[in-house]
């Protein structure tokens, strides 16, 4: 079966390194995206990405970089972490524009310290 | 963006019909209504989506009035598992592709 994996589970570093999370999916699916989840908050944009070589910030995008090098893969990293940054990340596929659902990872917790 | 409205929380005895509502009173005609809930600390499962004519499957069902202004998500058995977040989110179209914007949702409560 199709599916969308993060990795890893959970990350724990320190202020100041940079920090890869990484989102695959086997759907085939051009659209990806990533959110961060923070109590109060909800769940709010980051980055996402139409297709290959393609990506746009979201709501919440500095801090953030992606590269699509291909359609499965979309790892988000964060340039230098900040005590901000620690959160529960998600990432997700969708395979139409508008009319089709999103299929979401387990999530990534990341703690910076 | 249209903007979504829920009850934060909300409780429901394990069997009965689970009734959740949402105002979307900015939604644009081209604007599609989707719902997902949250278990614990799972990412985000679909449930169900529409336009205009309510909608089933075998999750639950969407009724959207006419207005397309509000909607409702029905459980129609609420079971311990159905236990989660809800959110209502109205789908932005932009360029190609579109994303969606999570509000805080409604908590939902299935007891005994």
């Known amino acids: 079966d199709a599916e969308i994996t993060q990795s890893p589970r959970h990350k724990i570093t320190e202020t100041g390194r940079q920090v890869t999370l990484a989102c695959h999916q086997t759907?085939?699916?051009?659209?990806m995206f990533w959110y961060r989840q923070d109590l109060g908050h909800g769940l709010r944009l980051i980055h996402y990405?139409?297709?290959?070589?393609?990506?746009n910030k979201g709501e919440v995008s500095d801090g953030y970089s992606v590269s699509r090098s291909n359609t499965e893969d979309l790892p988000l990293t964060l340039e230098s972490a900040a005590s901000s940054q620690t959160s529960v990340y998600f990432c997700?596929?969708?395979?139409?524009?508008?009319?089709?659902?999103?299929?979401f990872g387990n999530g990534t917790r990341l703690t910076v310290t | 963006d249209a903007k979504t409205t829920q009850p934060p929380s909300m409780d429901c005895a394990e069997g009965r019909a689970a009734n959740l509502p949402c105002n979307h009173s900015?939604?644009?005609?081209?604007?599609?209504v989707y719902w997902y809930r949250q278990i614990h600390s799972q990412g985000p499962q679909y449930i169900i989506h529409?336009?205009?004519n309510n909608e089933t499957n075998e999750m639950a069902s969407l009724i959207i009035t006419e207005d397309r202004k509000s909607s409702t998500l029905i459980l129609p058995h609420a079971t311990l598992r159905d236990t989660a977040v809800y959110y209502c989110?109205?789908?932005?179209?932009?360029?190609?592709?579109?994303?969606?914007?999570f509000g805080t949702g409604t908590r939902l409560q299935v007891t005994l």
């Open positions: 997700a596929s969708s395979e139409h524009p508008r009319n089709s659902p999103l299929h």
């Open positions: 900015t939604i644009s005609g081209n604007e599609y």
């Open positions: 759907w085939n699916h051009n659209n």
């Open positions: 989110i109205v789908r932005v179209a932009t360029g190609t592709a579109s994303k969606l914007t």
């Open positions: 529409g336009l205009k």
């Open positions: 990405s139409y297709g290959v070589h393609d990506t």
